[in-house]
């Protein structure tokens, strides 16, 4: 049994500040770790159920924050930028279930520490089929297109529900409770560990009846940027469409769930150069 999991690191608890997720900063260190930590839970709770083999797709910042010598269940570990399905690289159809681990809830959904959606120089918003997306929304597009369920989410209680929107039944591993952008209520690092365990571990035993991500095709994307001009970059791309509506709005519609998805992240790279 193989299982994709895809690392951001917002959702890790403790985590309440740009600062300790960013590589040169002080307590960065520190706090990889306790990703590090809740990444290796997910593998002992998935493995304690049946799984056999891991891929790990660090997908944080430059995404070379895990230690590989480190990670549970002789996991494979994918890292490094410039990857063509960003944060879902290396999912195919060969693997039985997605996890994604330390993830953070949209920016204009419900108070979540740390929420954006992918870039937030760039990109004030995405709705997937008329409803707010996060990370985890965007991504099981990719989880749809390969016939693959989302099994298990952790992070915060927004992410949890954002995360159900478009992934029935997904197990969400609730290690903080968000109070603010920049405040949150985590569990002691040992009990967030010890619920994520739990929940992979469950996640795993109700694999025969997991459902796909419930995503209706043609789906569409429309991501409303910080502001016009980068509404305008992003129609160079082919499939991106203005709204005419908010000149600070595109829209993207594909019957391919996957393409949809490269589309979206073609736009996050092209507007990320002049956003910053």
């Known amino acids: 049994m193989k299982i994709f999991l895809s690392s951001d690191m917002e959702g890790t608890a403790g985590v309440v500040d740009w600062s300790q997720c960013r590589a040169g900063h002080e307590d960065y260190g520190y706090y990889r770790s306790l990703l590090q930590h809740e990444v290796n839970a997910a593998i002992e709770g998935a493995r304690a159920a049946g799984a056999t083999e891991f891929l790990v797709n660090d997908s944080h910042a430059a995404m070379a924050n895990l230690r590989p010598d480190t990670l549970a269940g002789r996991a494979r570990y994918l890292s490094g930028r410039h990857k063509p399905l960003y944060m879902m690289q290396g999912l195919d159809s060969?693997?039985?279930?997605?996890?994604?681990?330390?993830?953070?809830?949209?920016?204009?959904?419900?108070?979540?520490?740390?929420?954006?959606?992918?870039?937030?120089?760039?990109?004030?918003?995405?709705?997937?089929?008329?409803?707010?997306?996060?990370?985890?929304?965007?991504?099981?597009?990719?989880?749809?297109?390969?016939?693959?369920?989302?099994?298990?989410?952790?992070?915060?209680?927004?992410?949890?529900?954002?995360?159900?929107?478009?992934?029935?039944?997904?197990?969400?591993?609730?290690v903080k409770s968000s109070v603010s952008r920049f405040a949150a209520d985590s569990l002691h690092p040992e009990d967030a560990r010890e619920v994520i365990r739990d929940a992979a571990r469950q996640a795993v035993a109700a694999l025969p009846g997991a459902a796909l991500p419930r995503i209706t095709l043609p789906a569409t994307l429309s991501v409303r940027m910080r502001n016009p001009d980068l509404a305008e970059m992003a129609t160079w791309i082919s499939g991106v469409v203005a709204d005419p509506a908010d000149p600070a709005a595109v829209t993207i519609t594909d019957d391919d769930p996957v393409r949809l998805y490269r589309t979206f992240v073609t736009v996050v790279l092209l507007t990320r150069g002049i956003a910053e």
């Open 94 to 174: 060969s693997f039985d279930g997605v996890f994604f681990v330390s993830y953070h809830g949209s920016m204009q959904g419900a108070p979540a520490v740390l929420s954006h959606t992918y870039n937030p120089s760039a990109i004030a918003e995405v709705r997937l089929n008329g409803v707010v997306a996060g990370e985890s929304g965007i991504n099981a597009l990719v989880a749809l297109g390969h016939g693959v369920p989302v099994l298990l989410v952790t992070g915060d209680d927004t992410t949890a529900a954002e995360a159900e929107a478009f992934c029935p039944g997904v197990v969400g591993a609730v």
